[in-house]
């Protein structure tokens, strides 16, 4: 992680008109974005956990989370790694006691469960200079707008061989 630049999520998107959801990570401290198409589950389970909203029983990623705090471990980080094949990567950092492990996983599963547990996300500054997205100024509403009309006519189909699906 030593090239790795904080990201915040800033929520879930739907790109029309197919209805993918996209997952959206913005630089903490610049102006890129990181649109990651998810599936539907998964773009469910993070909505929820963004918006603070608990349900009657846990889904599955709140069950991760108690699981890892009953266990005695900690999620310290997740990092959006690479993309590759079209096909993004995550890793999760977790550790107990003094082990740490890393664990790959599909970002949309590690951006879920670390909104559960509260863990800092990043993305490998690599990544993010190959395929983020940058909008110069969060005020700016033509560049907003120009943002929101790119998401609202790309299909994932447009990216063939780098489709930006999570799988």
Do not use: C
Request: hydrophobic share 40%; glycine share 6%.
């Amino acid at each position: 992680m030593s090239d790795a630049i904080p990201m915040d999520l800033v929520g879930i998107r739907v790109e029309l008109p197919t209805n993918t959801p996209i997952m959206l990570l913005r630089e903490r401290d610049g102006d890129r974005y990181l649109p990651i198409w998810i599936g539907t589950p998964e773009a469910t389970a993070i909505a929820l956990a963004h918006d603070g909203i608990q349900t009657k029983r846990p889904l599955t990623h709140d069950l991760l989370a108690v699981l890892i705090e009953e266990l005695g471990a900690k999620v310290d980080a997740v990092v959006v790694t690479e993309l590759r094949g079209g096909t993004f990567y995550a890793d999760l950092t977790v550790s107990i006691g003094d082990d740490v492990h890393h664990i790959s996983s599909r970002p949309s599963d590690a951006v879920a469960l670390a909104l559960r547990t509260h863990a800092p996300l990043f993305a490998e500054k690599e990544l993010l200079e190959e395929v983020g997205v940058r909008i110069h100024d969060e005020n700016d509403e033509e560049q907003i707008e120009k943002f929101r009309e790119f998401l609202d006519r790309v299909d994932p189909t447009d990216f063939e061989g780098h489709d930006f699906e999570d799988h």
